[in-house]
């Protein structure tokens, strides 16, 4: 796959094509966003040379333009899932050398680092994260094998990801949205 830099934008109020908005600060395939009512955020993916990145960069939503340097990820990687409240982005597990479980989060209004959340119940890669105003829910992927797993975790706090329940059927690269 290609990595590009470009991001664009719709006006969900109305129908139309997607409208240039601005260049990501490096090209990436598979990056991993977020966003509060104001900024966008987007983490890891490879680069056109197929490299892991472990970078993260943010744009304002109501004005175009291009990515700022938000930090940086633990981990160089790719198809993580994240999600997030007004507050909090979190991302969680990818790929780098192999699956990972790691959670990480940020504070989507001060730039800096991710710091270490805690850990999902098995190391996984390609699986969806959508969250409510206080906890994040992550499912499916690929652990050793496609999952059918659904875990949560309460964004307030840190900690570890619970189980949740069951898919009807193991998964890989599923989408997830939640309504408030």
């Known amino acids: 796959m290609t990595a590009v830099n470009n991001i664009q934008y719709i006006t969900i109020a109305s129908t139309g094509n997607a409208t240039d908005f601005g260049d990501l600060t490096i090209n990436a395939n ?3 966003s977020c966003s509060s009512s104001t900024r966008g955020v987007f983490g890891g993916g490879r680069d056109s040379s197929n490299a ?3 970078v993260i960069q943010y ?9 700022t340097d938000f930090g940086d990820l633990s981990n160089s990687l790719y198809f993580a899932a994240s999600c997030s409240n007004l507050t909090r ?3 969680s597990g990818g790929f780098a050398s192999s699956g990972l479980n790691v ?3 940020i504070t989507i209004d001060t730039t800096g680092n ?3 959340f805690g850990d999902l119940i098995a190391a996984n890669r ?10 994040g829910v992550f499912s499916g992927g690929y652990t050793s094998d496609y999952t ?3 875990q949560y975790i309460t964004i307030a706090s840190t900690g570890n990801a619970t189980d949740f329940g069951d898919l009807l059927a193991s998964i890989g690269n599923p989408a997830a949205l939640s309504g408030d």
């Open 89 to 91: 982005g979190i991302f």
């Open 52 to 54: 892991m990145q472990n």
């Open 103 to 105: 959670i990480e989060y």
């Open 59 to 67: 744009i304002t939503i109501a004005t175009t333009g291009n990515a």
């Open 126 to 135: 390609t699986h969806c994260g959508c969250a409510s105003d206080t906890r």
């Open 114 to 116: 991710a710091t270490d």
């Open 148 to 150: 059918n797993v659904i």
């Open 30 to 32: 598979a990056p991993s």
